[in-house]
């Protein structure tokens, strides 16, 4: 008779689900529901706020089959003291675990579930239970919360579909019947509105030409639209017509540019990258209105830019360059000679086209009964040539250096006095203009005398 009891209770607690608001979506998951038996409480129960419930046992009593938890919904409901006036209380829980000494453990248990909507857990509906209490696997309305209603809104999570008995493409005819995809995918959409900007509707697709001239209609009811196969990022057959759209980097393809068409810059450009920037210009280059005709060849590298004077720029050897100014330097009394200051001529400097200027200024730094010695060197860094000397007073060198050939060299100096005497050197030398050349400035004082460089110069001239 309890039994009895409690399953009409039951019946009559879930039948509350029949009822439940629109706006209700069932929870998620898989749903199995099962027809056990009753069930009840292992050891001493459970307390109001336990959310594990452990059963002396959860079997089919037909076979003893140990129900498993994937034989129950991912979340089921249980119904503790079925029938009692003041502690039923409604239970939703989420695993089965079968324990070794025959009980069974049911956990992620969510308390005191409202028999009415919105069918939610209140402390109010959570009670201790004791030892051999009754447990029943019972139908409250959230379990009929999980299937469709006529009445109500619901909210289908799983896939429903049509097997046999659905509309076919000929039987789809009533105004409110759901109709199966085939024949949807098989009606035509005649008579449906014109496409406009703030209607969806019947479009037209473009024609090449159509695209290319931005023609927006072909008639009052036929907009016009490009499709995707005249579009590309990359050029194709389609760059003849107006195509273009920028690939996923958000760039155009250089392809779709006439890089052979002539462009005019207004504005200011800046080219950077990481090495170098090639211009590619076949002739002639124009700056700010001077012309510039680039040649085939690189220049040599001690040319120089320069404009004629009528508005013409090209690369021309400089005609004196500077390739060392020495400051001032002493030597004391010695009976050695002393190089006051080193120059260094460059490999390939000396051509048959090309000539040293050399000058330089002597004097004592310190007069006294002592003279100085004074002389200009040339030299590979092994041996030196003589190109001109003097002594006593202050003395000034000016001359110049000639390739005769790339193994030769021939100088011609000058020399002006003031109190000693000097030499006038017209000197050939064997020094191989391909290495590296020097020109040194030297001097030899004597007794308590100090000499001194004034200054020197060496200078590129170019014919």
Same mark, same amino acid.
């Given at each position: 008779?309890?039994?009895? $009891?409690?399953?009409?209770?039951?019946?009559?607690?879930?039948?509350?689900?029949?009822?439940?608001? %629109?706006?209700?979506?069932?929870?998620?998951?898989?749903?199995?529901?099962?027809?056990?038996?009753?069930?009840?409480?292992?050891?001493?129960?459970?307390?109001?706020?336990?959310?594990?419930? #452990? $059963?002396?046992?959860?079997?089919?009593?037909?076979?003893?089959?140990?129900?498993?938890?994937?034989?129950?919904?991912?979340?089921?409901?249980?119904?503790?003291?079925?029938?009692?006036?003041?502690?039923?209380?409604?239970?939703?829980?989420?695993?089965?675990?079968?324990?070794?000494?025959?009980?069974?453990?049911? =956990?992620? +248990?969510?308390?005191? $579930?409202?028999?009415?909507?919105?069918?939610?857990?209140?402390?109010?509906?959570?009670?201790?239970?004791?030892?051999?209490?009754?447990?029943?696997?019972?139908?409250? %309305?959230?379990?009929?919360?999980?299937?469709?209603?006529?009445?109500?809104?619901?909210?289908?999570?799983?896939?429903?579909? &049509?097997?046999? /008995?659905?509309?076919?493409? /000929?039987? +789809?005819?009533?105004? &409110?019947?759901?109709?199966?995809?085939?024949?949807?995918?098989?009606?035509?959409?005649?008579?449906?509105?014109?496409?406009?900007?703030?209607?969806?509707?019947?479009?037209?697709?473009?024609?090449?030409?159509?695209?290319?001239?931005?023609?927006?209609?072909?008639?009052?009811?036929?907009?016009?639209?490009?499709?995707?196969?005249?579009?590309?990022?990359? %050029?194709?057959?389609?760059?003849?017509?107006?195509?273009?759209?920028?690939?996923?980097?958000?760039?155009?393809?250089?392809? &779709?540019?006439?890089?052979?068409?002539?462009?005019?810059?207004?504005?200011?450009?800046?080219? #950077?990258?990481? *090495?170098?920037?090639?211009?590619?210009?076949?002739?002639?280059?124009? !700056?700010?209105?001077?012309?510039?005709?680039?040649?085939?060849?690189?220049?040599?590298?001690?040319?120089?830019?320069?404009?004629?004077?009528?508005?013409?720029?090209? !690369?021309?050897?400089?005609?004196?360059?500077?390739?060392?100014?020495?400051?001032?330097? *002493?030597?004391? @009394?010695?009976?050695?000679?002393?190089?006051?200051?080193?120059?260094?001529?460059?490999?390939?400097? $000396?051509?048959? /086209?090309?000539?040293?200027?050399?000058?330089?200024?002597?004097?004592?730094?310190?007069?006294?009964?002592?003279?100085?010695?004074?002389?200009?060197?040339?030299?590979?860094?092994?041996?030196?040539?003589?190109?001109?000397?003097?002594?006593?007073?202050?003395?000034?060198?000016?001359?110049?250096?000639? @390739?005769?050939?790339?193994?030769?060299?021939?100088?011609?100096?000058?020399?002006?006095?003031?109190?000693?005497? =000097?030499?006038?050197?017209?000197?050939?030398?064997?020094?191989?203009? /391909?290495?590296?050349?020097?020109?040194?400035?030297?001097?030899?004082?004597?007794?308590?005398?100090?000499?001194?460089?004034?200054?020197?110069?060496?200078?590129?001239?170019?014919?």
């Amino acid at each position: 008779m309890n039994y009895l $009891l409690s399953a009409l209770i039951a019946v009559v607690i879930s039948g509350i689900g029949l009822f439940a608001k %629109p706006h209700e979506a069932p929870p998620q998951g898989t749903t199995n529901l099962i027809a056990g038996q009753t069930y009840y409480l292992a050891g001493s129960g459970v307390s109001s706020s336990a959310t594990s419930i #452990t $059963l002396t046992s959860l079997t089919l009593p037909q076979n003893g089959y140990k129900i498993q938890d994937s034989d129950l919904s991912d979340l089921f409901y249980i119904t503790l003291e079925p029938g009692n006036r003041t502690k039923q209380e409604i239970v939703s829980c989420t695993t089965v675990s079968q324990n070794a000494a025959g009980t069974a453990t049911l =956990s992620g +248990c969510t308390r005191g $579930l409202s028999p009415v909507t919105p069918h939610t857990a209140s402390s109010t509906l959570q009670f201790a239970h004791g030892g051999s209490t009754q447990v029943i696997f019972s139908d409250p %309305p959230q379990v009929f919360n999980q299937f469709a209603a006529l009445q109500n809104t619901a909210y289908i999570t799983g896939s429903w579909g &049509f097997q046999g /008995t659905a509309p076919t493409s /000929t039987g +789809c005819t009533l105004p &409110f019947e759901l109709c199966n995809k085939a024949y949807v995918d098989a009606t035509a959409n005649a008579g449906a509105a014109t496409s406009t900007f703030l209607n969806g509707g019947i479009v037209e697709l473009a024609t090449h030409a159509e695209v290319a001239a931005g023609t927006a209609s072909s008639s009052p009811t036929g907009p016009l639209v490009v499709s995707t196969g005249m579009t590309n990022a990359t %050029p194709g057959s389609c760059n003849t017509v107006a195509c273009v759209v920028v690939a996923t980097a958000g760039k155009i393809a250089q392809g &779709f540019l006439d890089l052979t068409a002539n462009f005019t810059w207004t504005g200011n450009h800046t080219f #950077t990258t990481a *090495t170098s920037t090639t211009l590619g210009i076949a002739t002639t280059l124009n !700056w700010n209105g001077l012309g510039y005709t680039i040649g085939s060849a690189r220049q040599a590298s001690s040319t120089v830019l320069a404009e004629n004077g009528s508005g013409r720029l090209s !690369w021309i050897e400089p005609r004196a360059t500077t390739i060392d100014v020495q400051a001032p330097n *002493t030597a004391s @009394a010695s009976s050695a000679t002393t190089t006051l200051k080193t120059v260094a001529i460059p490999a390939n400097t $000396l051509t048959t /086209t090309s000539a040293l200027r050399v000058t330089a200024m002597f004097y004592l730094a310190v007069v006294s009964s002592g003279n100085c010695g004074y002389q200009i060197d040339l030299g590979n860094g092994n041996s030196t040539s003589t190109l001109a000397f003097g002594d006593f007073g202050p003395s000034q060198f000016e001359g110049m250096v000639f @390739a005769t050939s790339t193994n030769r060299q021939s100088s011609i100096f000058s020399a002006g006095t003031a109190g000693g005497t =000097s030499k006038l050197t017209h000197n050939f030398s064997a020094y191989d203009n /391909t290495g590296t050349l020097y020109i040194a400035f030297r001097s030899r004082a004597q007794t308590d005398s100090t000499c001194a460089l004034a200054g020197a110069t060496v200078e590129k001239l170019q014919n």
